[in-house]
């Protein structure tokens, strides 16, 4: 079984909203092969996800009221198969636990080839609904090529 992980800094908005809308978009696909996880370079572990964050995941059909932050450790790098990140300084602090992670790990927007988002998907962590929104449409828009990735192993 492959292993997909996002990251982000604190593991309750922009990387529990990936898995979990990747994970609902595999499911669709039936593709049952692919694990989807995720953790924060800045987590507490438990913490719930925000407000905010759970209710865009929600109106997106996505279900993250369960989820918990976790903190990024070198276990959870070396069983990923792929780490999507959402900005180049998570790249670079993954990459800094497990330098041979290097090959494997991509900031998001790096991954969907998207030049016109060279910096990753912004934060939107105390911020209004709708940056949360905005923040998982950004999210969503990158997530055909990691379909891709998932499709080979289906």
Same mark, same amino acid.
């Given at each position: ?68 932050? @976790?903190?990024?450790?070198? #276990? *959870?790098?070396? !069983?990923?198969?792929?780490? /999507? ?47 949360? @929104?905005?923040?998982?449409? #950004? *999210?969503?828009? !990158?997530?055909?090529?990691? /379909? ?7």
């Amino acid at each position: 079984m492959k292993t997909i992980l996002f990251v982000c800094t604190g593991n309750i908005c922009r990387s529990p909203m990936a898995e979990g809308l990747l994970k609902k978009k595999l499911i669709e696909e039936g593709i049952t092969n692919v694990r989807v996880i995720s953790a924060g370079t800045w987590a507490y572990p438990n913490t719930t996800s925000t407000p905010e964050a759970i209710q865009a995941a929600r109106e997106k059909g996505v279900d993250i009221s369960g989820h918990r932050a @976790r903190p990024l450790s070198r #276990e *959870i790098i070396q !069983e990923a198969s792929l780490i /999507l990140t959402m900005n180049e300084d998570h790249k670079w602090e993954v990459v800094q636990l497990v330098p041979e992670a290097l090959e494997k790990t991509f900031v998001l927007t790096e991954f969907s080839n998207n030049t016109l988002k060279k910096g990753g998907v912004r934060d939107p962590y105390g911020g209004l609904l709708e940056d949360y @929104r905005r923040c998982l449409w #950004e *999210i969503e828009e !990158e997530l055909p090529s990691v /379909l891709n990735w998932a499709r080979q192993y289906a």
